[in-house]
């Protein structure tokens, strides 16, 4: 009943949550994902990423992954990354072990595959944020977000204020 699930607080303002929602979209479709993408009513997204045929899903090695978004106040929002791997990897699994047990090695490099993805759209968020963020703000505003936490911080330093990070 594994997870991979990874979770990214945005310290940004809501308004570019639509903006940002339709570039990593794009930006999806760019590397061959099906992607549908639909607002929620607290103003957040929901995106669901699908990779792959009928093949790739019968040896496990079919992408998915299922990303919400939502706001927590006027001046952040988190994005959870998650992909199931028990309803998904588990028929796939068992029926290799039991046909052909060599098979499982592109079986295990589906999930390697997957595991990364969370963070590759976590990471497509963070840089759509930095450019919305940065588009909105007046040019003599020199500061940067912490790719690990979002936190904004001004430019020239070398460690995050709010996660302690190296910059």
């Known amino acids: 009943m594994g997870v991979f699930f990874s979770t990214k607080t945005y310290n940004a ?6 903006p940002i929602v339709n570039e990593v979209c794009e930006q999806l479709k760019i590397e061959q994902y099906e992607v549908h993408s639909e607002r929620l009513n607290d103003g957040g997204a929901f995106l669901s990423l699908t990779k792959g045929g009928m093949f ?9 992954l299922k990303v919400t978004i ?4 006027n001046k952040s929002f988190t994005a959870e990354a998650g992909v199931g791997i028990f309803g998904m990897q588990a028929l796939p699994t068992a029926g290799m072990l039991l046909v052909a047990w060599p098979i499982i090695i592109p079986q295990t490099w589906g999930l390697i595959k997957q595991s990364k993805l ?6 497509l968020i963070q840089n759509a944020v930095n450019k919305h963020s940065i588009s ?3 040019s003599n ?8 936490c979002g ?9 995050c204020s709010e996660c302690g990070q190296k910059i």
């Open 13 to 18: 303002s809501l308004d570019i949550i639509e």
């Open 70 to 73: 939502r706001p927590n106040d």
């Open 56 to 64: 790739q899903a019968a040896v496990g090695m079919k992408t998915a």
């Open 136 to 138: 909105g703000q007046s």
């Open 151 to 159: 936190h904004k911080i001004n430019k020239g330093m070398k460690y």
């Open 141 to 148: 505003e020199e500061f940067i977000f912490c790719s690990h």
């Open 118 to 123: 969370d963070d590759h759209v976590l990471d």
